[in-house]
């Protein structure tokens, strides 16, 4: 396995890794209907607008057939530029805890320490196993918010690393 940046040519896979985890990882937490309406076509052109964006940094998880298993993004706030986003980390069920979480975080803080944020912050929804992931790393709970997704009300965590430079260190 192995990470390297996204390209447009990637959408295609990201969107199908993408819709799948959904399908798998929100199983017993979002409702069957909304999971349904997801559609790799939609995803697709998601991740191309996506792709095509440059303050978006993207990375891919490739197997040794050079297929995409998982992917992660993330930015740096344009208004508040020492901070920077994860907005996501995406493994395939049957790739996951195999430690390729941290390959992927590793790029995205290397990314992060690149573009001189000193904070980063994720939303990870409260029964997403993915959250544990990040508190092994540092990540602390500074809030408590719920968001609306077709009809149903979810609850997620707002976490916050205080040290790019300290979670490089844990991953190196």
């Not at 530029?81 to 790029?107: F, N, V, W």
């Not at 790019?164 to 991953?171: P, S």
């Amino acid at each position: 396995m192995h990470v390297r940046a996204a390209t447009i040519k990637d959408a295609e896979g990201i969107a199908h890794v993408h819709v799948d985890t959904w399908r798998t990882t929100y199983l017993n937490i979002m409702s069957p209907a909304y999971l349904a309406t997801l559609t790799y076509d939609i995803r697709k052109e998601l991740w191309q607008k996506h792709l095509s964006d440059k303050e978006k940094h993207i990375f891919v998880l490739e197997n040794e057939q050079a297929e995409i298993v998982g992917f992660a993004a993330c930015n740096q706030r344009p208004l508040e530029p020492h901070i920077g986003d994860l907005t996501s980390i995406y493994i395939i069920k049957e790739e996951q805890q195999k430690g390729y979480g941290r390959l992927l975080m590793k790029a995205l803080f290397q990314t992060f320490n690149e573009l001189g944020c000193e904070k980063v912050f994720v939303e990870v929804l409260v029964e997403n196993d993915t959250r544990h992931l990040y508190e092994y790393f540092g990540a602390k709970i500074v809030e408590i918010d719920t968001m609306n997704l077709g009809t149903q009300e979810l609850e997620f965590f707002i976490y916050k690393w205080d040290s790019v430079k300290n979670v490089l260190a844990q991953l190196a």
